[in-house]
């Protein structure tokens, strides 16, 4: 249920540590960027008459900003893995399950759409979360929140390059522990510096060793898509 080796040793075999590499780079700009245009935009828009307020004020937007900057983090990430994710669960399974290797070539970009959705529903999401920072439980929200997120967008990938996106949230919902708790892990990675940005990639590694760890009739992925049971 939880595939710490498998996922480690995943990285060396499927030989995706070069891509680990691309998309964390790009990962910490999205961020740099969106954390640095907001608080430029509310510094620009807020104007108080006192000079030592105003530059309080910017200051904590500033940090807010970061704070919220981090946490939001994996949803933006999500979307840099969505170029490259059917390759990535392509050279894991040649690697790992040769048995179960999809017929089809993996596509550049799976679903665009999808992955465009998620990212900016999870975006406003963690927006609405932000004032529970001032009262002390943004920390633990956030967790909660992305621990699902994640947890969800991650399987329903893996699962869902075999079953399709509906089966694969019907197969989620019946192993919810796995999913959810992978989703956990995968969110507290994203708390430890560097590490964060390996997160999109480990986090479809990781699902799709919980997909074919699932009892047979769910995880066996030549199984048709859309079938279940």
């Given at each position: 249920?939880?595939?710490?080796?498998?996922?480690?040793s995943?990285?060396?075999?499927g030989?995706?540590?070069?891509?680990?590499?691309?998309?964390?780079?790009?990962?910490?700009?999205?961020?740099?960027?969106?954390?640095?245009?907001?608080?430029?935009v509310?510094?620009?828009?807020?104007?108080?008459?006192?000079?030592w307020?105003?530059?309080?004020?910017?200051?904590?937007?500033?940090?807010?900003?970061?704070?919220?900057g981090?946490?939001?983090?994996?949803?933006?990430?999500?979307?840099?893995?969505?170029?490259f994710?059917?390759?990535?669960?392509?050279?894991?399974?040649?690697?790992?399950?040769?048995?179960?290797?999809?017929?089809?070539?993996p596509?550049?970009?799976?679903?665009?759409?999808?992955?465009?959705?998620?990212?900016?529903?999870?975006?406003?999401?963690?927006?609405?979360?932000?004032?529970?920072?001032?009262?002390?439980?943004?920390?633990?929200?956030?967790?909660?929140?992305n621990?699902?997120?994640l947890?969800?967008?991650?399987?329903?990938?893996?699962?869902?390059?075999?079953?399709?996106?509906?089966?694969?949230?019907?197969l989620?919902?019946?192993?919810?522990l796995?999913?959810?708790?992978?989703?956990?892990?995968?969110?507290?990675?994203t708390?430890?510096?560097?590490?964060?940005?390996?997160?999109?990639?480990?986090?479809?590694?990781?699902?799709?060793?919980?997909?074919?760890?699932?009892?047979?009739?769910?995880?066996?992925?030549?199984?048709?898509?859309?079938?279940?049971?």
């Open positions: 249920m939880f595939p710490f080796a498998k996922t480690i995943s990285l060396r075999k030989e995706l540590l070069g891509l680990v590499l691309l998309t964390g780079g790009v990962a910490l700009l999205v961020v740099t960027i969106s954390v640095a245009g907001l608080t430029w509310v510094s620009g828009l807020v104007r108080l008459e006192w000079g307020l105003d530059t309080l004020v910017n200051w904590l937007v500033g940090m807010l900003s970061g704070l919220a981090w946490f939001m983090l994996p949803p933006l990430v999500i979307l840099i893995a969505g170029i994710q059917e390759r990535i669960i392509h050279k894991v399974e040649l690697a790992c399950y040769p048995d179960r290797v999809r017929k089809e070539e596509r550049f970009w799976a679903d665009l759409r999808h992955d465009l959705a998620f990212t900016l529903r999870a975006l406003l999401l963690n927006l609405l979360i932000l004032p529970l920072y001032l009262v002390g439980i943004g920390f633990v929200a956030a967790i909660v929140l621990s699902y997120l947890g969800r967008e991650f399987f329903e990938s893996a699962a869902g390059y075999h079953l399709g996106k509906p089966a694969a949230r019907k989620g919902r019946c192993h919810r796995a999913v959810y708790g992978g989703g956990l892990v995968l969110t507290l990675l708390l430890v510096p560097l590490f964060n940005l390996m997160t999109p990639i480990v986090g479809i590694v990781w699902m799709v060793h919980v997909y074919h760890g699932l009892p047979d009739e769910g995880g066996n992925s030549a199984a048709p898509a859309g079938r279940l049971f």
